[in-house]
């Protein structure tokens, strides 16, 4: 916890406090945070002396961090990177160059000391907001190295965590590959492994399955859609068979799940709230079931009259989960997935199960955190947020987005992120990013940066807005930059240093102290220090400088622009003197 602590610039004991309490997690796997990778393990003592190396190089970074400005130790570099040293700063402060440098580093996130090393992070409302980056490989798209590419974007540009969601391709290779190169936590929905092997990757035919059971009330359809594999006996995926929902037994459930804790997984989704009480509910929504766990869940529960498999067995799960230290993310199958649905009884009735099952979690020595819906109206985003909170005891709250409207298509990422800005305002804990993708196809690299750093941004905002403490002090030292018109510290603060240079560069190719936006004579910057000297009592005798020398920002090439300015408008106002 001194690790977390000391990102969190915040005393050891006020995380231990909160995760005693329940209101913060720290998804960590024994194997992960070990750097076990996917070996057969040693024995758990052995597993535990090596995790807590990491421990005793983290008290070194404690007192590191009164040495440097707080936004500066928010974040460590990962501890298995070649450069890195226990106290080194990572996050945003560093240079553009760094940051690239890393991404073009395939070792950049483990180095040869510290394999698959894990660095954890803390998640509650209490302590900066946290953003997942999804990904993961589709029966028609991507594969193992795209995820990677996938997986060090996100690292680059901001991801606390990863969750691989693949449904096509080798899932475990993939799952694999993602761990061991992975420094932040890892996490998965275990049911996309239960029922797609390697024939996934073939194809499957969506579904939609008919209520004709007499037991539901008079509900007459669910659209419950899942791309599915057709069954094929003679294809295995790691540990079942490439099988139908309805197929899966609980003994196939339990070695998927230890399987995955074996591995290394770090927190697990598992939509155990759904059950078969919900499914009337579901009539008159406009978009069905959008939870893709979920609606492989109703299928369940329609074709074999029994209740949710992962409520029944969920002693069963958390008994596996509390031997690895996986956290649970209870995942929310009934969720809207349209604003026309948002904050319906279905929603509510779910997240009234959820907070049972956190209670059930904490009793066997599980962390737990609660997921939140996707689509909700701006004005009910906080009354979820706080709904939440009461019913479910703070567990920390896990939220897709919220999208605030439905109609931009490919804009997805700003949409959700106007409801993350809010959400993390009212006390959410962790936001899931969306991407452009969203609606309309499988994200890509520039996908998966597109939405870190919609993200981050509504992160950051919701931080300043909960006083969380130093958030603003970052804003404030950028500002103070350019209000002193520095460029190479403004470009040095900026969370994407390197576009914000490109964009001032496609202009203005050289550091002045005036951008291209209001030229010399205009800019507002220079006028405000010129009314600063006047304010200082030297007004009778102060001439406003005509030039720019004096600026740090101003760089060896921009003092010969300017000097060239000065001695053209010289040359032009002698000229218009002379006429």
Known sequence: MIRVAARECVSPEFIRD??????????ANIRHLAGSGGREPGTKSEVRRESSEVAAACARSLAAAASHPPHLTSHFAPAGHPSAKPHAAL??????????????????????????RLDPCGIGRSITTKINANQG????????????????????????TVMDLSTGGDLDACRQAIIDNSPVPVGTVPIYAMIAGPAAARGGGATTVPLSRGDYRGVEALDVSASLPS?????????????????????DILKTIEHQARQGVDYFTIHAGILREHLPLIRGRITGLVSRGGS???????HTGRQNPF????????AIMREYDVTYSLGDGVRPGCL??????????????????????????????????GHIPLNEVA???????????????????????????GYDHITSAIGAAEAARAGAAMLCYVTPKEHVGLPRAEDVKAGCIAYRIAAHAGDIARGIRAARDWDDDLSRARAALNWPRHFELAFDGETARALHDEDLPVDTDFCAMCGHDWCSMRISKEIEEFASGKHAEFVPERTAAQSPGVSEAGRKLLAEREANAAAERAAAGGQ
């Not at 409520?311 to 958390?318: A, C, R, V």
């Open 296 to 302: 492989l869940i109703a299928r369940y529960m329609i």
């Open 91 to 116: 996050w945003v402060n560093q240079t553009v160059a760094q940051r690239r440098a890393w991404l073009d580093d395939p070792n950049y996130c483990r180095g040869e000391r510290a394999p698959r």
């Open 18 to 27: 909160g995760v005693a309490r329940g209101s913060i997690v720290i998804p």
């Open 383 to 409: 009354w979820n947020m706080e709904h939440q909170r009461l019913v479910c005891d703070d567990a920390p709250f896990y939220v897709l987005g919220p999208l605030v409207t439905d109609v931009f298509p």
């Open 340 to 373: 026309a649905d948002a904050s319906d009884p279905a929603q509510v009735a779910e997240l009234h199960v959820l907070a049972e099952l956190v209670h059930r979690a904490r009793e066997a020595g599980v962390q737990v955190m609660v997921e939140g819906p």
């Open 311 to 318: 409520y029944e067995l969920f002693d069963e799960i958390s």
């Open 231 to 251: 069954p094929d006996p003679s294809v295995e995926g790691r540990g079942v068979k490439s099988r139908r929902i309805e197929e899966l037994t609980h003994d």
């Open 137 to 160: 490989a589709s029966p028609v798209s991507s594969g193992t190295q795209q995820e990677i590419e996938k997986l060090r974007y996100a690292i680059l540009y901001g991801a606390d």
